[in-house]
């Protein structure tokens, strides 16, 4: 079966050449042109994956996003927005959304990302062949470095007791970093193994990410945990 997309948008010339994009890549596709409409089709027959615009009228990208979650529907959801401050990007993911694309966009980056989201919530058997000896499988349940520890089998995570409350996306990066703590991981890799695909050296995603991943990490009086290694990536040590 192909995988289902509900596509919410409310400009008409957008959301048809998207529609007919995703059609001829594959997938099945229901169009919407706004948040009430979205949240029915998406109670109605959920999809594999949401693509959802931040700015329609009455109720908004964000909004449909925050409803979904407190339903405790984790579906995946791609925001397309307009709007480029890191705020805006942090909001749409305090909201729950998985990641998020800029206007004007290449539809090619939207493939990818849908990709890498639908990867990660229907993982293939076979994709750890290839992974490098030095990052290795998330095969055991329990992981501990600088003062963190993750349960991965029950996706929770806690800085000494404190849990942390983390989005998926932000739950894969802190675990990648915890098990290569000590070792410097740079962009194309992180890229690479959470998102699936290395969207460049102009894209903000990474960034936003770590910052926002810092904020729920980081404590008062406490030592940083992530480090900006500059020109080369991130690095997880308690200093």
């Known amino acids: 079966m192909p995988p289902t997309v509900l596509l919410a948008e409310d400009d008409r010339a957008i959301r048809h050449a998207l529609e007919r994009a995703l059609s001829l ?3 099945q596709v229901t169009a919407v042109a706004d948040g009430v409409e979205a949240l029915a089709q998406a109670h109605k027959t959920p999809p594999d994956v949401l693509l959802l615009d931040v700015m329609m009228p009455g109720i908004d990208g964000l909004q449909v996003c925050r409803v979904l979650r407190a339903e405790g ?3 995946p959801i791609l925001m397309l ?3 480029v401050e ?4 942090i909001a749409g993911l305090d909201a729950g959304a998985d990641d998020y694309v800029v206007k004007p966009f290449d539809v090619e980056e939207v493939f990818a990302r849908l990709r890498a989201l ?3 919530t229907s993982p293939d058997p076979g994709a750890l062949a290839d992974v490098p000896k030095e990052l290795p499988a998330a095969s055991d349940r329990q992981i501990e470095a600088a003062g963190l520890r993750m349960d991965v089998q029950a996706r929770r995570a806690w800085r000494g007791e404190r849990e942390l409350e983390l989005t998926r996306t932000e739950f894969e990066l802190l675990e990648l970093l915890v098990r290569n703590a000590g070792i410097v991981l740079d962009h194309s890799t992180i890229y690479d193994r959470i998102w699936g695909y290395d969207f460049g050296p102009g894209s903000k995603n990474l ?3 770590v910052g926002y991943l810092r904020r729920k990490l980081d404590e008062p009086g406490a030592p ?3 480090h900006t290694v500059r020109g080369v990536g991130y690095v997880l040590r308690e200093d």
Request: aromatic content about 10%.
């Open 224 to 226: 940083a945990l992530i």
């Open 73 to 75: 529907d984790r579906t």
């Open 118 to 120: 639908l990867r990660r």
């Open 81 to 83: 927005t307009a709007l």
């Open 86 to 89: 890191t705020a805006d990007r």
């Open 25 to 27: 890549e594959g997938y």
């Open 207 to 209: 960034a936003v990410y």
